[in-house]
Nanobody, 120 residues
């Protein structure tokens, strides 16, 4: 069984920074894309950023220039460095690995979510 464990959320003032981490554990053979999503109260879950195995990245327009996604393949971990945070970044952030290869084939996994609150 594969588990994704997130950490790094919390309360931060506008203009501040946070770094989220999501580590996968279990019988993992390979992980393709790693992604971060977020969901604010009363809204749909939206893609924040994703990164391929080769390190190619893509960001939502709302976070470009402020957030940076990175990964450590040896640790099966993805990070989201969030700078210049705004109140509208307040949400629950989820990591998502849509294609994790195990001995049972490819499966889709989500983290449990970590709360980020940006407020003065």
């Amino acid at each position: 069984q594969v588990q994704l464990v997130e950490s790094g959320g919390g309360l931060v003032q506008p203009g501040g920074s946070l770094r989220l981490s999501c580590a996968a554990s279990g019988s993992i053979l390979a992980i393709n894309v790693m992604a971060w999503y977020r969901q604010a109260p009363g809204t749909e879950r939206e893609l924040v950023a994703h990164i391929t195995t080769a390190g190619n990245t893509n960001y939502a327009d709302s976070v470009k220039g402020r957030f940076t996604i990175s990964r450590d393949n040896a640790k099966n971990t993805v990070y989201l460095q969030m700078n210049t945070l705004k109140p509208e970044d307040t949400a629950v952030y989820y990591c998502h690995f849509p294609a994790v290869l195990t001995t049972e084939g490819y499966r889709d996994y989500w983290g449990q979510g970590t709360h980020v609150t940006v407020s003065a």
